[in-house]
């Protein structure tokens, strides 16, 4: 179940959301296979240190994070992805792996993916192995003020996939 903290964050701040009940989906990708969706639909949450400070980097579950990349883009001498044991107590009522991008509720910033700017809606995990969240992307934008940039692994076909997918 979606913790209680983050509907209370999301009904505050006026933010619309649906929930999706699914089968039990520890990785990104097995959400998506749950909720029959491509894999480019569902984000995921991935916890970084850069210089020794957490941030949370949201990406298409289908994509890799280029730590490279992250590392450029927040002008970090180091960024490498953070141990459990460094961010577990900031998502205390969470499942670990199933961490929300929302950084203001857990006072981290967030770094997005801009390949993600051309979705409709996101389907992130939001504390659960069992239910996920969908948003428009709009309104994480709005609520979140992410910083954006390419963190992800150049794929082949993505954009012509991400189009498709997300814009029937």
């Known amino acids: 179940m979606i913790p209680e903290p983050i509907q209370h964050y999301l009904h505050e701040q006026h933010v619309p959301f649906l929930r999706h009940w699914h089968s039990r989906a520890v990785t990104a990708q097995e959400l998506a296979q749950s909720l029959h969706v491509t894999g480019y639909r569902v984000v995921k ?3 970084v240190q850069a210089d ?3 941030w949370i980097c949201l990406i298409p579950a289908s994509a890799t994070l280029d730590l490279e990349k992250v590392r450029e883009t927040l002008g970090a001498r180091e960024a490498r992805l953070a141990t459990e044991d460094e961010f577990a107590d900031r998502f205390p009522e969470c499942e670990l792996g199933a961490e929300p991008p929302f950084g203001k509720l857990y006072g981290l910033p967030v770094l997005m993916d801009g390949g993600l700017e051309v979705a409709e809606d996101l389907l992130l995990r939001a504390g659960s192995h069992e239910e996920a ?11 979140e003020s992410p910083r954006m940039a390419s963190i992800s692994l150049e794929q082949p076909e993505r954009s012509h996939a991400v189009h498709h997918d ?3």
């Open 166 to 168: 997300l814009h029937p």
């Open 133 to 143: 969240l969908e948003v428009s992307v709009e309104d994480f934008v709005g609520l």
């Open 52 to 54: 020794q400070k957490l």
């Open 45 to 47: 949450s991935v916890i």
